[in-house]
């Protein structure tokens, strides 16, 4: 393998592929990133069992001298690339396993390894993909990846569970304790699927997407999926098991609907929340009275907290709740609407979060009993 | 007590006063602010034994309505003021010991301590401080702090040494493995100290000290010193015993003197560092020859690097030397100047950086046997 390439193509694609590289893993080439050179470009691999990114750069990009595949420590070549001067860098297998990665002063010599010990990666493709925007995309994950659950014990809770059901695709994530779910339509579509991705896993995903509406296609089969965007191959495995029937959660007999600024709002429960701590889960007490909402804490130790604000409401009812003020704010910070509709239902019920012009996006949280 | 008062004017304040709080102290009073409002303005106080912290607001600044102190715990006022909406704010003792913290729709109640407890805190002026700028002192920190010890084994170069001989102040910090002096003149002083400062309230103090020309007051007394500037006091303790003599760990013979870009110099030393490891110190291997300069390190499991740049020399004298990465590059980040001035010694001695053009700073490394 012998090629010359610019510094910021291969660095780009490097910084990639290296987000699949996983610091615990215990299987050592895995902290490699192989490389593949062949005809058609460059392929660059990194995998950690879980999830497995390749980026592939055209052989019109760069200059290619002589074919050939090996795998690299991934932390080291990324490091390295990072800080040589921004020009022309040859890159070249030399001695059977070592890479000379050279510029016109510098000259790095890694031990690398076979790249046929690398594991078998099999990349699918579906004939017929669903399709969607990568800003569309990008925004499923920002307004629920912070809903999924970080305890094992329940493994289809740390995933996001995705149900199309022709032009419509639901996207859900839940702790149990507060659900985000987001609604979007997908054109064309006549497939029907309810998969449950690990949720880690789309965060990365989400790292390395742009923000544009450019297409992403996803490629889905029994045990895996498959994003491809650009020159990037993204695939992760699902998990196992049905995803709870999230609907009798989210059904409601609301008692009273509020209306208020959605930043306002988010800014009074972070105030009220200053003098609570993790170990209480954040508790603020809500009391509506009246066209007014009032947050109030208290820490014994350290003192109490007052905040109002004003507020619209749908009828006279007035109500006090209480709830985590950590999981109330993640929650409003997934809208992006001037205003918020705040549904309060019965007593043990969860308080519902929306848009008020829009379905698209809902947010649960379940209210804390304090009495 | 009782005032109102501009958001921004205390933030900024006590932003200053609480950078004196430290989490470890085993004193609780000392994890609170004292408040102290007087007919001339407010004194804030923060301190946690080893430094003082004191930052006055002119009475013309705010509005006073009743006298009075208090001690609130640091940590919750600073958030509370930081994340209250911009505008005027309401404090004032309720109840005896408790400070209530309200705008128009927020309040805040917090537990206070009595003023009375709060351990006496004797600022003392000399009638003729010394008196520099601002930048001049934050550059001989800057320029030096990295190289004090960490170590408490010998608790005198755990500080920086100020060396006051009339006209001249030397700046000193060393770990005995390198040193690092800042010498800078003072006008119209008949004074001599030789003080050891704690590197790490320097530290503190820089932070808090703004990056311009005007005056900074400098007030020396047997155990500690007292910096002033604008309406800050910063006062902290000294370190005991004297500190050690340096000027035969400077004294050279020395063999060559290489002239280089100082980046460049820097960059090399980066790439060429970057398949070491903390545990082996970082040591890369130095070698001159005719106007190259070459770099290399070497680590069996990963793989080697060669780093070559051209250079200007004194003499024909070649040579080979090795260092640790970590320490010269951090000596090298201290030169503000384009070009770098190597001084090789004998072979155990220090290497030796400064400025071509001038004497003002002094970096020192000692070199590593590797043989």
Redesign the interface.
Known sequence: MKFSIKKEIILNQLLHVSKALSNKNFIPILAGIKFELIESGLLLTGSDNEITIQAFIDSEKFNIIKLGSIVI?GK?IV??IK???DEIINIEIVDGL??LVSTQ???????GISAMEYPKINIEKNKKPIIISKNIFKNIINQTSFAFSLQETRPVLTGINFKLNKNTMECTATDSYRLAKKIISIENNDELFDIVIPGKNLIDLNKIIDDNDEKLEIHIFNNKIIFIFENITFQSKLINGSYPDTTKFIENINILKVYTNTLEFY??I??AS??TNDKEKNIVNLEIKDNILILTSNSP?????????EIEKNNKVDLKISFSAKYMMEAIKAFESEKIEIIFNEETKPIILKNPYSDDLMQLVLPIRTY
């Open positions: 420590p080291y490091e390295i800080k040589l001067p070592k890479l002063r510098t000259e790095f010599n890694l031990n800014d009074v972070d105030r200053l003098l130790e350290i003192g109490k907290v007052e905040e109002r604000m």
